[in-house]
T-cell receptor
């Protein structure tokens, strides 16, 4: 298995534009997590899905952020409209279950909003 | 929601010295996991502790889970330059909280 695949690896966009980050979890994993990493705030859990259903989205910073998981092999995190303070590295991770199993991280998407 | 605190934020050591990072949760955890992130990389799983008072070792790394399942520590003996990176603890609580990470401890090693 190729592991968790994220795209794009880097994204530079202008303030106000829509940004879509993509994630393909490891086949057979039932849980998927989206994290945001910054120097100031560390690794923040934004949302996680179990069996394609969002379980906890309390970490999503504002209504500008939305995430979907239309099937077991694909998820998106969308920011609309983007703002400079959204600049961060966004990680997707998957695990067999949402509890008590290790999380496998993708390489991350480095987002820069100018 | 669940909060996981980790100290120190940064630790400078001379190569060969020991290193310890501590993790505390505001709530009782069902498990604690430890990850390592190299500069420019992504977090990589090291180990999971589930039982109260559990101690696990991986070569020079020793992991402990507190009796109350609210704290944990990672100790590295005789650090090497390959140990450089950020060490994160992460825990899952009793409810529907997802895997919550501490802010990590950045280990800097001076040769």
């Amino acid at each position: 298995d190729a592991g968790v695949i994220q795209s794009p690896r880097h994204e530079v966009t202008e303030m106000g534009q829509e940004v879509t980050l993509r994630c393909k979890p490891i086949s057979g994993h039932n849980s998927l997590f989206w994290y945001r990493q910054t120097m100031m705030r560390g690794l923040e859990l934004l949302i996680y899905f179990n069996n394609n259903v969002p379980i906890d989205d309390s970490g999503m910073p504002e209504d500008r952020f939305s995430a979907k998981m239309p099937n077991a092999s694909f998820s998106t995190l969308k920011i609309q409209p983007s703002e400079p303070r959204d600049s961060a590295v966004y990680f997707c991770a998957s695990s067999l279950t949402w509890r008590n199993t290790e999380a496998f991280f993708g390489q991350g998407t480095r987002l820069t909003v100018v | 929601g669940q909060q996981v605190m980790q100290i120190p934020q940064y630790q400078h050591v001379q190569e060969g010295e020991d290193f310890t990072t501590y993790c505390n949760s505001s709530t009782t955890l069902s498990n604690i996991q430890w990850y390592k992130q190299r500069p420019g990389g992504h977090p990589v799983f090291l180990i999971q502790l589930v039982k109260s008072g559990e101690v696990k070792k991986q070569k020079r790394l020793t992991f402990q889970f507190g009796e109350a399942k609210k704290n944990s520590s990672l100790h590295i003996t005789a650090t090497q330059t390959t140990d450089v990176g950020t060490y994160f603890c992460a825990g899952t609580g009793g409810g529907a909280d997802g895997l919550t990470f501490g802010k990590g401890t950045h280990l800097i090693i001076q040769p």
